[in-house]
């Protein structure tokens, strides 16, 4: 964890044991090293995808509540390539990024998390409706359910906070991003069963 006395936002990230997971977390904390930006990761054990990926709202929501400013979630397979100055002066309870493809709901990859109580009600209704929705539901689903239904301001960030690297071409859609995610689950593990459960 690095932790300084910076007023901006923290960037919280999860990851599985034991897999090549962990590889991807130390780029990501390389690249947030490099640009001077805090960060704090949580680890778990491996397991089924999906049941994986269930946690992350209750993980988020338990280092939001020790922590004492806004939180940034990241995915882990995620590269910080520049400064993200949205980032920084955010006054609104909670920031997302619009998916590019349909459905065109909010990404779970990326969410920013405010000091108020709006953020931390709305937080607390992502992690309880993913503990207890049906077992085909991933956070993605659950969090834009939440957000559909919780008082809290929010603000769209532009696509760039999260281009997705192809995994055929390697190209990044959109170009010049602040932030990239390799959407490791396709690439890393694509057709093999692991630990992590079957990915197509």
């Known amino acids: 964890m690095k932790d300084s006395t910076s007023k901006g936002p923290i960037f919280f990230a999860f990851h599985t044991r034991d897999d090549p997971y962990e590889e991807m977390a130390q780029q990501l904390v390389d690249s947030l090293n490099k640009l001077g930006l ?42 910080v390539n520049r400064w993200p100055e949205e980032l920084m002066c955010i006054e609104e309870d909670v920031a997302v990024v619009r998916s590019l493809q349909k459905p065109y709901g909010f990404q779970a990859g990326l969410t920013f998390w405010n000091r108020t109580p709006a953020a931390r009600d709305a937080l607390q209704e992502w992690a309880d409706i993913t503990n207890t ?18 008082a ?15 995994p055929r071409t390697g190209e990044d859609r959109p170009k010049n991003p602040v932030i990239t995610t390799e959407l490791a689950s396709r690439v890393v593990f694509k057709d093999k069963p692991t630990l992590m459960g079957e990915f197509r």
């Open 152 to 166: 809290a301001t929010i603000k769209e960030l532009p696509s760039e906070y999260l281009a997705i690297t192809h």
């Open 133 to 150: 929705a049906p077992p085909e539901w991933n956070e993605t689903k659950t969090l834009n359910i939440a957000l559909e239904t919780c």
């Open 38 to 79: 805090d960060w704090h990761l949580a680890t778990g054990k491996p397991g089924v995808w999906l049941d994986v990926v269930r946690t992350k709202p209750q993980k988020l929501l338990d280092f939001y509540s020790k922590a004492n400013r806004a939180v940034v979630f990241i995915d882990v397979d995620s590269v």
